[in-house]
Every structure is written in structure tokens, then in C-alpha cells.
């Protein structure tokens, strides 16, 4: 991995870190209009295809049968925080198909928000599977199998039904051969797909070209979803709720772990992937800011990225002390591609 | 940055990460034995020189004034977990000065051990500073005010009697014109230094050499609180508290925020000294472990350093699905410097 350097991590007059990585930017007939690193290297999109993922709860008629709204498709895509929302909507999906959270197959964490951790502890509460980031999705899995007629049981191995329609799903729309799986953090599969394949399937995503009539509803319903409930795909604090929010209708977007962000843009009809080649959350949002400030300028956007695009690094007594921002020139070289 | 390739990050068969940094072994006369990656580029400690920065508590008499033993010595040094006994000693650090939490300038953040977290928001308890991991360093440099006879208000800022001192402890001993600060998270200064300066440092800290008597004797004290109160140095779980319970006595080690370690090794009279170019801590870890592997072979080495050296990436159903490792031909380049 020699990636160029894409963020920079400052303190004082001084440049403590620095972070490499590679951006695709692709239109719907999968042109590359902008290739910065090695975009046809294999990487593990992780959460950031949850949205291709929950394609075959919609197409398969699963999530009608079990009444989802837009919450619950969002949820379903979600690497949320385990707000209250959240884990009561994730507890929702599961009823809806007479299921409950002992089915979850997601491991279990604290809830990702602070304050929602220390609330749980203080009322005497656990965590368990249902606060994992991942259980809305994991109820759609489970939902999919129920709608399906098959015993959820064993809902993330590779070879069941669920899975074998989810891979099919994401080979369909980013195009790519997924090989052999690795296995995710929750314990589904986990291919590694290039990134300018990825890039590919957020601009199917939000363009439904190149996608069949039925697939390409369930997409759109999909990305609806995630504009209508921009608090259900991450919540308080995170960076993909706030752009889903500020850019509404306008920026798809999805954090995956290990550096990785994607977006989709409509209006362009374009889809973004950004892989940091060290894993690192913090500068893929720096670098999607840029991505976003410079295809789609405005008042707006400057606004709204401004808190992102160069977040401030504080001292624990609240003084600003350094930053991070985008090396110079990456700007210029989104611009000249 | 265009340091070289350390550690990867692997998912099932897939390089998914990656992280590049430097290198600084250097000997008590400034002799560097291993150099990988660009070791002459400013660098800032952060954390990793508490132990320099406790110097002048030593030397000028007021560790003894206060009765301070190795327990206190050690958590003036700390990055600690929050842990009761940190807290209790840090407390009882101020008590000996007629001081109180309310002195302390460091800010504050929840325990950084989750238990220790989850414990107080059970309890009805809140953070403060006094959970803050830098209390017990901030505790010290109260006490060296009091020591000195100044007001401790203010201690944090460069002009302070405290921090003049400590700088020119730092200076001395790294042999590095520190030039202007930058401000660190706990709000003292942060001064960016040679790579190479920082190993040679910690050679003389674990040797004596080029020291002043006195100073060689508070630095002796001090490597040897480290090694009698490894569980001050950090706490449950962390890597600091494991290597110098494992190899008490054979490695005087600390970590620093953004990807910095560093290490002495008093018989073999070595400094070490680590950056990942990117900040990640998960890395510094792995890179240690294959110096202190290279440097100190054998069994017990082996033993203590397998968890670190190459530590499993578990799904959060515990399964095994990934790992961290150095390179191939780290452990080489090591060995043929």
C-alpha cells in the first residue's frame, strides 16, 4: 500500500500524523472520473454496503409483509449508536416477525454513544446483542429468512439462504467477483471488492442504472430511507447522520470500519469510495468532506462541513491545539480529475 | 512521511490495513544501532516521557519532602487507567502537599478502563480530573511547585517555574533544542523532538550516562519505581503494564498518544524510540514487541510477547478472524542494523 498522503493531523505549527489512502469517484456506467491511490485494490467495504446488503429484505417482499417504514429500512442499514431509538426499533423488527433478540447471531457490545452506555449501567441495565451497532441489520437478516419460509438459524454463515442472497445481491451491483469471504466484526462474511467497484455500486445505488426494474425500486426505497431517517443510520455526534441531515436528498452516505466511507450522489450521478489505507476513522471524514466541497459547492455545504472538513483536536480543558484538514493540493487533484 | 511499511492488519487471508513508521535504537553515547524510516524528523512524545518530565520532582527534593515511594513516583509517570488505585494514590499525592483535585489542570475524561467507568456511573459518581490519565503526572508537578515554594496556579503554561524546569530536564536529557511548544491534551506543553533525541533519552535514563550524579540518581529512581509498580504505569489490560510485569527489571517502557513508544533496556544500555506515521496505537504495540523480541530473545520473551506481537482480531462472537503482524523483514532489518 503506497497510497498517496490524503489527511494531515496537526498540532501547533507542527504536523504530528499523517494518513494516506485512496478515493474512486464513478459514474453509473462505471467510468472513473477521479482515481487517487490504487483504486483496483481489494478492500472490505465492511458497513458501508449495509444499504446493497437489505437489497433482498425489499426485493423480496419481506419487509412489506413485516410493515417497515423508512425507520426500519434505516435501522436496517444502520451502524447506530445504540440510542434508545435505535435498540427499540431494532426490538420492533424483531416482533414483527414473532422473533426476539436472543436470535440475534451479532456478538454485543456498550452502546457506541457515551451517554447512552452510562444511562444503561446507571439503571442497572446490560448490554447484550441488541446495542451492537449491527443489530438492525442482523434483523433484517433475520426478517429476510422468516419472509423467506427459512429457519433463520445460522443467519450469517456464508452458505445459508440469507447470505447467498445478500452476496448475490452485492456481486450484482458493484459487478465485482467476490471470492473467497473473510468474516466481519459481526460475523458475516466480509468480501474485499475494489474500491472502484464499490464507488460503482453507490452510483447504481442512487441512479438505479444498470440495475433490473425491481432491484432498482428497492434501491430507491432504500436511499429514501436513509434521507428520511437520518438519525436511524448512525445518531447522535456521528458524521453520517450530520451529513444525511445537512445535505438531505443530496449525499447517500455510509461509514464502514477500517477507514472506509462511501457515498452516493444523485444529483451527479456519482458514487464515492475512500479507503485509508491504516484504518483510520478519522481522516476518511476529513477526506469525504473534501470529496463533498468540491462536487457539491455551495454556501451550504461550506456550512456544514466546516466542523468535518478540518475538525479542531482540543485540549481536555476545551482549547483548540491543533487539527485535522486535507494535505494540500488533494482539493485540486479532486478537481483535475 | 514516507516511512516504511511496519505492521498489517490481516481478515482472513487479506491485507485489510496497513501502518508505516520509524524506528530509533540508539546507545547512551548517541549512537544509533537501528535507524528505520526517517528518525531525524521532530516527533512529539506525548506521553512516552513522563519519566523525563518527573525529573525535576526528584532532584529537587520534593518527592522525599512529600513521601512519595515507588507507588506515587510511578503514577506521576502514568498514563493511567482511572482504576480505584490510581485514583487513591493520585489523591493522596495532593493530600501530601495540602492539595486537593480542584488544583489539578489536566481537564478530564471518563476512566479510560471500562469497569472502572461503568463502576462509578453505578456508584451515582461523575469524572473529573482526578480520573483524568495524566492526574497523577499533574499530582507531581503540584507537588514540585509546592516543592519549589511557587504558587502552583498556572502550572501548565511554558512560563511556569514547574514547566521551565521540566523543559530544560527535557532538553538535557535528549540532548534537543526543543524550540517553541505546542500544547499537549492535558493542556501542558508538547515539544517535538528528533526521533533519534527521544531514544537516546531513554538510554541515558536507564544507564545513568551523561548525566549529571544527581540527576543519573532521580533517574534511577525512577526506572526503578516503573519496574516496582508495573500496574501504576497504566493498568489492567494495557500493554505498558504487561511488558514490565513480564520483563521486570529487562524494559523500562511507556507509550505516548498518536502511535509513540518507547523503551530503555539497561543491559544492553539501549534507548528505543517508535512513531507510526498515522497515530495508531494498536501499532506501536506490534512494533515494540518485535524490537524487544529481536532485542531480548528467549523464552520467557517469547511467552510474554505472543499476545502482543502478533495480537488476534476477534469478531464480537469471539472467533478469531483476523490478526495484526509485523511485516515480513521487520524482524531482519532489526537484526542488521
Given at each position: 500500500?503506497?497510497?498517496?498522503?490524503?489527511?494531515?493531523?496537526?498540532?501547533?505549527?507542527?504536523?504530528?500524523?499523517?494518513?494516506?489512502?485512496?478515493?474512486?469517484?464513478?459514474?453509473a456506467?462505471?467510468?472513473?472520473?477521479?482515481?487517487?491511490?490504487?483504486?483496483?485494490?481489494?478492500?472490505?467495504?465492511?458497513?458501508?454496503v449495509?444499504s446493497i446488503?437489505?437489497l433482498?429484505?425489499?426485493?423480496?417482499?419481506?419487509?412489506?409483509?413485516?410493515?417497515?417504514?423508512?425507520?426500519?429500512?434505516?435501522?436496517?442499514c444502520?451502524?447506530?449508536?445504540?440510542?434508545?431509538?435505535?435498540?427499540?426499533?431494532?426490538?420492533?423488527?424483531?416482533?414483527?416477525?414473532?422473533?426476539?433478540?436472543?436470535?440475534?447471531?451479532?456478538?454485543?457490545?456498550?452502546?457506541?454513544?457515551?451517554?447512552?452506555?452510562?444511562?444503561?449501567?446507571?439503571?442497572?441495565?446490560?448490554?447484550?446483542?441488541?446495542?451492537?451497532?449491527?443489530?438492525?441489520?442482523?434483523?433484517?437478516?433475520?426478517?429476510?429468512?422468516?419472509?423467506?419460509?427459512?429457519?433463520?438459524?445460522?443467519?450469517?454463515?456464508?452458505?445459508?439462504?440469507?447470505?447467498?442472497?445478500?452476496?448475490?445481491?452485492?456481486?450484482?451491483v458493484t459487478?465485482?467477483?467476490?471470492?473467497?469471504?473473510?468474516?466481519?466484526?459481526?460475523?458475516?462474511?466480509?468480501?474485499?471488492?475494489?474500491?472502484?467497484?464499490i464507488a460503482h455500486g453507490f452510483a447504481r445505488m442512487v441512479t438505479g442504472e444498470g440495475m433490473?426494474?425491481?432491484r432498482a425500486?428497492a434501491a430507491s426505497?432504500i436511499v429514501?430511507?436513509y434521507?428520511?431517517?437520518?438519525?436511524?443510520?448512525?445518531?447522535?455526534?456521528?458524521?453520517?447522520?450530520?451529513?444525511?441531515?445537512?445535505?438531505?436528498?443530496?449525499?447517500f452516505?455510509k461509514?464502514?470500519?477500517?477507514?472506509?466511507?462511501c457515498a452516493g450522489l444523485p444529483?451527479?450521478?456519482?458514487g464515492?469510495?475512500?479507503?485509508?489505507?491504516?484504518?483510520?476513522?478519522?481522516?476518511?471524514?476529513?477526506?469525504?468532506?473534501?470529496?463533498?466541497?468540491?462536487?457539491?459547492?455551495?454556501?451550504?455545504?461550506?456550512?456544514?462541513?466546516?466542523?468535518?472538513?478540518?475538525?479542531?483536536?482540543?485540549?481536555?480543558?476545551?482549547?483548540?491545539?491543533?487539527?485535522?484538514?486535507?494535505?494540500?493540493?488533494?482539493?485540486?487533484?479532486?478537481?483535475?480529475?
Amino acid at each position: 500500500m503506497s497510497d498517496p498522503l490524503l489527511v494531515e493531523v496537526a498540532r501547533g505549527r507542527a504536523v504530528e500524523s499523517a494518513h494516506r489512502g485512496a478515493v474512486a469517484i464513478v459514474d453509473a456506467a462505471g467510468r472513473a472520473v477521479v482515481a487517487i491511490g490504487d483504486i483496483d485494490r481489494r478492500v472490505f467495504p465492511r458497513s458501508a454496503v449495509k444499504s446493497i446488503q437489505q437489497l433482498p429484505l425489499v426485493e423480496s417482499g419481506a419487509a412489506d409483509r413485516y410493515g417497515f417504514g423508512n425507520a426500519e429500512l434505516a435501522l436496517a442499514c444502520s451502524s447506530h449508536n445504540g440510542e434508545p431509538r435505535h435498540v427499540a426499533t431494532a426490538r420492533r423488527m424483531l416482533a414483527s416477525a414473532r422473533r426476539t433478540e436472543t436470535d440475534l447471531e451479532c456478538g454485543g457490545h456498550p452502546p457506541t454513544d457515551r451517554a447512552a452506555a452510562d444511562a444503561l449501567v446507571a439503571a442497572g441495565g446490560h448490554w447484550g446483542r441488541i446495542h451492537d451497532n449491527c443489530s438492525g441489520k442482523h434483523a433484517g437478516f433475520i426478517c429476510l429468512a422468516c419472509g423467506m419460509g427459512v429457519e433463520p438459524r445460522g443467519y450469517v454463515k456464508p452458505e445459508h439462504p440469507v447470505q447467498r442472497a445478500i452476496s448475490a445481491a452485492l456481486a450484482d451491483v458493484t459487478g465485482a467477483d467476490l471470492g473467497e469471504p473473510a468474516v466481519d466484526g459481526c460475523s458475516i462474511p466480509a468480501y474485499a471488492i475494489p474500491l472502484r467497484n464499490i464507488a460503482h455500486g453507490f452510483a447504481r445505488m442512487v441512479t438505479g442504472e444498470g440495475m433490473s426494474p425491481s432491484r432498482a425500486k428497492a434501491a430507491s426505497r432504500i436511499v429514501g430511507a436513509y434521507f428520511a431517517e437520518p438519525f436511524m443510520i448512525a445518531g447522535t455526534g456521528r458524521f453520517d447522520t450530520a451529513i444525511l441531515t445537512a445535505f438531505r436528498g443530496r449525499v447517500f452516505i455510509k461509514e464502514g470500519a477500517e477507514g472506509v466511507i462511501c457515498a452516493g450522489l444523485p444529483e451527479l450521478g456519482l458514487g464515492v469510495a475512500i479507503k485509508c489505507d491504516d484504518g483510520a476513522s478519522r481522516a476518511r471524514e476529513v477526506v469525504m468532506a473534501a470529496v463533498i466541497e468540491v462536487l457539491l459547492p455551495g454556501e451550504s455545504a461550506r456550512a456544514a462541513l466546516g466542523v468535518y472538513g478540518r475538525p479542531a483536536i482540543f485540549d481536555r480543558n476545551g482549547a483548540k491545539v491543533g487539527e485535522l484538514r486535507p494535505v494540500e493540493g488533494l482539493a485540486a487533484a479532486l478537481r483535475a480529475s
